[in-house]
């Protein structure tokens, strides 16, 4: 097997970029187009190796392991553009994911565009603890509220192929991009509809009800800061507090779980004692806080009555 090779760039199709070179040396290689690459997004990627191969390998549609096989490869003019372009993007602030359009998250790649989430790695420590409640041989129903992408409505109808997995979200877009997803991925236990929490849901009583619901609190200044500044607010901003949204679907959960069904919601490191609060004043017991793999207060569980009847839909 020999390396496919491409033509050089010639100086006349270069185009003028921040991360061209200031020697008279024009990166011709892979290797030489990723250094440049990574020292382009260095001043503001934590991950700007990482992020450069991500992007080469968009440019030149192949894989970050044809990246290391083939170092010495040359790449195309076109590619080199397009590599160009996207480092200037990135540069700007603008995250990976939503240059690629596509995040793993369970294992699954999922399309995900600016209108989404992009999940994140501490969302599969709620798909985690959510799958020791769900058994492996017995229908489950599930609703996930705030689908997003679809990532833990997806995790879990994978995992468990024989739940029924109901997902909500306000978002249009959301919901158009969670029902592709699933699509794509032809998983036939999920339903995706679009509105306020349980509103489309109504009448439903669920065995499990998962959320990572919008929870940071709208002074943040963390979402003036790196890629966060391109997501949504409307997936991540609840209230002065952050608990805006949490409030309103933990008072309403009760009414939409079957007798000792449980609710897992995600939350941040410092709101473990207020959600385990809010569970109590909800009518919902024995409230436990779960830590990420970090030791953060992230993920609180608790259960509902278990006889019904005082519960209603409001
Ligand atoms: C933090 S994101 C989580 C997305 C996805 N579940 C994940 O974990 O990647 C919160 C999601 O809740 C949705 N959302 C916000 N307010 C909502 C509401 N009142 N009812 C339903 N969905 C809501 C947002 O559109 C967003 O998709």
Redesign the pocket.
Known sequence: MSAPTHPQPSAATQRSTPMQPSTPMQPSTIAQWLSHGTAALTPGSGSARLDAQILLALSMDTSRAFLFAWPDSKISAAQSDAFADLIERRAGGEPVNYITGRKE?WSVELAVTPD?????PD?ER?VELALEHIPQKREVTIA??????????IALALERPLCRVFA????DA?VTLARHNIARLDIPNIEVHQ???F?PLDDMLFDVVI?????IRDDDPHLNEGDVRFE?R???TGGADGLD?IK??LVTTGGYLHDGGTVLI?HSHDQGGSVRALCAEAGLHNANTFRDYGGRERVTIAHGSVTHSSVTHS
């Open positions: 998250f989404t989430l992009i999940p994140r969302t709620l996930d509220i705030g689908t997003g992408s679809g990532a833990i409505a909500t979200d306000v978002s959301c509105g306020d929490l509103a959320s990572n619901p919008p929870y949504p409307l997936a991540l949204v309103r679907l995600e």
